[in-house]
């Protein structure tokens, strides 16, 4: 079962940055779609960003805000966020699977999750 080491998350003030970082635990994943999601409390994960070798995705609530990317030996995956806003805090997930085509940000399309990281917009 391919694991993910997700790390990043915290506390932090409306208008802040964090980064979060998502790292397979023995693997690789080359040519992969990396996907990043969120959920609420009460409300249903929804994908934030994605990225494969076609380009990338973004929500539009999050788009100027948040940018995936992966280290060049595509072993870790990073969603730098900044301005944040209290709708922003949720848990964040990493996910991962092949896609043929574009990334996809339907969390049906991704088989590999990782454990999941907090993250707290708040004054």
């Known amino acids: 079962q391919l694991q993910f080491v997700e790390s990043g998350g915290g506390l932090v003030q409306p208008g802040g940055s964090l980064r979060l970082s998502c790292a397979p635990s023995g693997f690789t994943l080359g040519d992969y779609a990396i996907g990043w999601f969120r959920q609420a409390p009460g409300k249903e994960r929804e994908g934030v960003a994605c990225i494969n070798g076609f380009g990338t995705k973004y929500i539009d609530s999050v788009k100027g805000r948040f940018t995936i990317s992966g280290d060049d030996a595509w072993n870790t995956w990073y969603l730098q966020m900044n301005s944040l806003k209290p709708e922003d805090t949720a848990v964040y997930y990493c996910?991962?699977?092949?896609?043929?085509?574009?990334?996809?940000?339907?969390?049906?399309?991704?088989?590999?999750w990782g454990q999941g990281t907090q993250v707290i917009v708040s004054s």
């Open positions: 996910a991962a699977d092949w896609h043929p085509d574009s990334c996809s940000l339907t969390q049906g399309r991704y088989e590999f």
